[in-house]
Structure formats: structure tokens, C-alpha cells
């Protein structure tokens, strides 16, 4: 159990020791991620980026989800859901949450583009793994923009996607996989949704942290 994901990336942190020293960018999924890479990214002293993807939720339950789409548009969508979906539905979730992922750039990343990981250790970095096709679309991004090794972590996922995820990168850490999973909030003592807010506030935090290693 974590209290919260601050405390989650700082074992997290711990678990990925080995790649300190090493060429890394941590990469933060937006938006639960990003307090968990966070604490990655300072105790590797690695470069740290916001990267953002969206799940593709259900017409009729926005917390379950038929797949996801990346920044730079790579998708990925479950088998099954063609057969509940026509084509049409599934267009246009995508393209509500694509409007979403130019949102989110422009709020989080104020625009700019994601950071340069060609030929760089990327470590991709969620507050939890639920059925997977956000971090999935996330690997196919590092891969297309050519990273030299990905490495995909997180505090908490069920055993079937750590599994699957060991086959797509390079790399999984993942501190937890509970027999019963259900959902991310159920291994987190405290539990909320990141805002907008927090996670431009973490941004500046790093960013000033930066200037302070750089000035001495």
C-alpha cells in the first residue's frame, strides 16, 4: 500500500537504482503519472518530459475504456470493441479525446514538443497500469521516435499486463501486482485526481531544481 503517489514514485525510484548514471528521460504520462515520475526523474537525475495520451472510454461508461490514442496520434484499440462499436462511434472518441491531447500539451507542456528520446534509455512512467492501452500506445510512440531502450514502470498493475508489458519494452518495474486487482486507487491511501494545476507546479518545482544543480 503507497500513501500516496508521491511516496509511490520514491519506491519506485528506488526499484530503478540500476539505471542511475545512464543517458535516461523519464517519461511522465499525464496526468496521474506525473507525481510518480517525478520522484523518478529527481532520484535518477535523469531529464524528465510530460507525455500525454488519452484512454478512448466507453459512450456509456467514461471510466472503462475500448483503447487509447498518443500525442503523436499512434492508436490502439481492443479487438472486442469492433464488436460493440460501429466505426463511426469509434471516430469520433477518438477524435474528442485528440482534442483533449492538444488541450493537455497546451496546458501541461505550454505547448512545446515532447522532448528529443532518440537514441536515449526512456522510462515510462504511470501512477498504475489498469487494462494497459494507455502505456501500450505510449511504447509505440518511444519506438516510432526511435529510443534506444524502453523501460516501463509503475507502482501497481495486474499480473497479466506486467506480463504482456515484458514482451513490448525493454524493461518493466512494477512494484506491485495483486492477485485481486481491480483498480490503481485500490493500493493508494490517498486518492485523487491530479489537476491541471499540480502537475504545472511540479513542472516548476523541476525546473527550479534544475537552475539550482545548474548554478553550483
Known amino acids: 500500500m503507497f500513501e500516496d503517489r508521491l511516496d509511490a514514485g520514491r519506491r519506485l525510484a528506488l526499484a530503478m537504482q540500476n539505471y542511475q548514471g545512464e543517458d535516461v528521460v523519464v517519461l511522465a504520462i499525464a496526468r496521474g503519472g506525473v507525481p510518480v515520475g517525478y520522484q523518478v526523474a529527481r532520484h535518477l537525475h535523469a531529464e524528465f518530459d510530460i507525455i500525454v495520451a488519452r484512454k478512448l472510454p466507453y459512450p456509456y461508461n467514461a471510466e472503462a475504456g475500448f483503447g487509447a490514442v498518443a500525442e503523436d496520434g499512434t492508436t490502439f484499440i481492443f479487438p472486442d470493441a469492433f464488436d460493440k462499436f460501429d466505426q463511426k462511434t469509434i471516430n469520433e472518441v477518438i477524435h474528442q ?8 500539451i497546451n496546458a501541461l507542456r505550454a505547448g512545446s514538443p515532447l522532448i528529443n528520446i532518440e537514441g536515449k534509455t526512456v522510462i515510462l512512467v504511470d501512477d498504475g ?35 504482456e508489458f515484458a514482451s513490448l519494452a525493454d524493461d518493466v518495474i512494477i512494484l506491485d501486482t495483486p492477485p485481486d486487482f481491480r483498480a490503481v486507487a485500490q493500493v493508494y491511501l490517498n486518492w485523487s485526481d491530479v489537476s491541471d494545476r499540480e502537475v504545472i507546479d511540479l513542472v516548476h518545482q523541476w525546473e527550479y531544481e534544475k537552475q539550482q544543480v545548474i548554478g553550483h
Open 129 to 163: 497500469i489498469a487494462m494497459g492501452s494507455t502505456m501500450r500506445v505510449c511504447v509505440t510512440l518511444c519506438k516510432n521516435r526511435k529510443a534506444k531502450k524502453i523501460v516501463v514502470g509503475s507502482p501497481v498493475s495486474g499480473m497479466d499486463t506486467a506480463k
Open 97 to 104: 479525446q485528440t482534442d483533449e491531447l492538444y488541450r493537455r
